[in-house]
């Protein structure tokens, strides 16, 4: 069989990279093993909010006294009615990707694909020809061989929210983002959980100062055992974990230690080209090609930004250079990476670890006193904002604060746009709203950066009153 495009795999990525590819071609094939309702919508960020959600508003309930509210303590958290609202809302979320077969009929292959060069795969054992093929393949949960013995003890993302109920002990094995989220929505819920990593890091947050505000405020809800590797000891009825600083009895482990891409078996090294220590080939990120090859690799399975937006952006890439008549390569987003804790955690930018120090300069706003934040009793967290100290030019930010998916955004797009310190200061803000604590941040880097640009009100100070400002 001869067809011009064959995508392999039905995730964000692909189903991305098939929008493109039939704007230049109706013949082509879209090959995926496994369930067509995608890792996003089916066991990733659309499942885990819901969840985050329904803990979010059971723990409210701490804050009822604080704004006069009597009767807090009659509520209880329903786990099965809890869980079973999330699966209905990912029993939606999944249905317009699970549609996708049924539309494309023959042109949609159930099965696996394997690569027999850069032209040629097998498809469910037969040989498929193609002008361009771009994998997607996806990504699975990472999880050590042997504790694959645990059995139903045993919890990933992909097995969690089919969970008809949740033991009230849980080890939660891996404090990056999706493990934070997880662990925090679950204490609050109400479950004894504690959360062990091998590093001393949390949500992947890169600024230390950012760190050390967030970390009280999880310790403070679950109990954390950060450096060393998590071991665990199968005791008969409980599972037994040890790490930094002590142990916990569980009764349940969630594996929330990363993703792993999904290229076993996929025949990458039939490709020709170098491959990396974890069986991967270099990739251009502006064109997703994999060397001068018409073969690209999208989404979760190349590990560059294993993000939803960033792999919806990889398929839109990859779908246009597969076209016959493409060139070049397009240019990428701003990185912004999101972790919906309480306080939110969110980075725009490249990490402070990145930047040169000496050309940087940084502006903070101290979240626990933000008078809208107090007013909600949200108050907590820290906002660090850096940009060049010649300049002014925006260059990054970490935050761990209340709403920071939204300031995140906002500065995002000023990092995006290449605006400076004093542009963002001549925009208007609101009062009284939780962005006044960014412009408090950005007024503190002001103090040394170059104040080129902006307008005539870019140097608008502080009344200096916690009512007004």
């Known amino acids: 069989m001869k067809v011009d495009t064959v995508i392999v795999g039905a995730g964000s990525a692909g189903l991305s990279a098939l929008r493109e590819v039939r704007r230049y071609t109706d013949d082509f094939l879209l090959v995926n093993d496994g369930h067509w309702g ?18 979010n508003a059971f723990h409210r309930r701490g804050t009822f006294e604080a704004f006069g509210i009597r009767g807090a303590q009659g ?24 549609a996708v077969p049924g539309k494309l009929g023959k042109r949609a292959v159930p099965g696996r694909a394997r690569l027999l060069g850069p032209g040629r795969l097998e498809v469910n054992g037969e040989t498929v020809e193609a002008c361009a093929i771009i994998l997607a393949p996806g990504s699975s949960p990472v999880v050590p061989g042997p504790w694959r013995d645990f059995g139903d003890r045993l919890l990933t993302t992909d097995t969690l929210f089919e969970q008809a109920d949740l033991p009230r002990r849980i080890a939660v094995i891996g404090m990056g983002a999706i493990g934070v989220e997880i662990a925090q929505a679950l204490a609050r819920l109400g479950l004894e959980v504690a959360g062990f990593d091998a590093v001393e890091a949390l949500a992947g ?18 109990a954390l055992h950060l450096g060393a590797p998590a071991e665990i000891e199968d005791t008969g009825g409980t599972l037994r974990v040890t790490g930094a600083g002590g142990a916990f009895e569980a009764d349940a482990v969630l594996a929330a230690m990363g993703r792993r891409p999904n290229i076993d078996g996929l025949g990458l090294e039939m490709l020709g080209v ?23 690799l999208v989404g979760d399975a190349n590990g560059y930004r294993p993000l939803l937006h960033e792999a919806a952006d ?26 919906f804790s309480s306080p939110q955690v969110a980075r725009v930018g490249p990490p402070l670890s990145d930047l040169d120090e000496a050309s940087v300069a940084t502006g903070r706003a101290d979240f626990s006193k933000q008078a809208r934040a107090r007013m909600a009793q949200t108050a907590a967290g820290l906002l660090r904002i850096h940009a060049d100290r010649k300049t002014g030019r ?14 995140a955004h906002l ?9 400076t310190v004093a542009d963002m200061l001549a925009m208007p803000f609101y009062h009284p709203v939780l962005e006044e604590g960014m412009r408090s941040a950005l007024c503190d ?11 005539d009100l870019s140097d608008c100070k502080a009344i200096g009153h916690d009512a007004l400002d």
Do not use: N, Q, W, Y
């Open 75 to 98: 509520l209880s958290a329903d786990i099965p009615a809890v869980l079973a609202r999330v699966r209905a809302m990912r029993d939606g979320f999944v249905k317009g990707p699970e």
């Open 445 to 455: 880097l002001a103090k040394d950066v170059a104040g080129a640009g902006g307008s």
């Open 314 to 339: 990889e398929g839109h890439i990859a779908g246009r250079m597969a076209a016959p008549d493409a060139e070049g390569g397009l240019c990428r987003r701003t990185p912004l990476f999101i972790t």
């Open 411 to 419: 500065l995002a797009l000023a990092v995006e746009a290449e605006m």
């Open 394 to 407: 925006l260059l990054a930010a970490e935050m761990c604060a209340p709403g920071a998916e939204h300031l």
């Open 274 to 296: 170098p491959l990396d220590d974890d069986g991967l080939p270099e990739v251009d990120p502006a064109s997703l090609r994999i060397g001068d090859l018409p073969v690209f």
């Open 205 to 222: 947050i890169d600024d230390p100062e950012v760190l050390a505000a967030f970390r009280p405020l999880i310790e403070a809800e679950l």
């Open 38 to 55: 995608t890792t996003c919508a089916a066991v990733g960020c659309m499942p885990s909010k819901a969840l985050i959600e329904a803990a």
